[in-house]
């Protein structure tokens, strides 16, 4: 069955980075786009970041852009969010999502606090 496993969440002060990993299991990986979302308290769960099938285009919330990367590595089947110049609003808990063969698939979320 599909799989999708966050790692790399934190605890990292204003100005640090992080880097976040999914690893996607029980699907063709490099077919699919994936995405990051995450979720703030209080807050509606928002997208963060998308990457296409084959990893040739990538989207941003225009709130990351310039500071979060997002990246694929077929042969380990895992994405990734490389996030750098963190800010205190970025905290949150991020998600991992798929669609695949019109089912959506999200992973349990890894939290990452920014904070002194």
């Known amino acids: 069955q599909v799989q999708l496993v966050e790692s790399g969440g934190g605890l990292v002060q204003p100005g640090g980075s992080l880097r976040l990993s999914c690893a996607a299991s029980?699907?063709?990986?490099?077919?699919?786009?994936m995405r990051w979302y995450r979720q703030a308290p209080g807050k509606e769960r928002e997208l963060v970041a998308v990457?296409?099938?084959?990893?040739?285009?990538?989207n941003y919330a225009d709130s990351v852009k310039g500071r979060f990367t997002i990246s694929r590595d077929s042969a380990k089947n895992t994405v990734y969010l490389q996030m750098i110049n963190l800010k205190a609003e970025d905290t949150a808990v991020y998600y991992c999502?798929?669609?695949?063969?019109?089912?959506?698939?999200w992973g349990q979320g890894t939290q990452v606090t920014v904070s002194s």
């Open positions: 990457i296409s099938s084959y990893g040739g285009t990538t």
């Open positions: 999502y798929a669609r695949v063969v019109g089912a959506d698939y």
């Open positions: 029980g699907f063709t990986f490099s077919m699919y786009a």
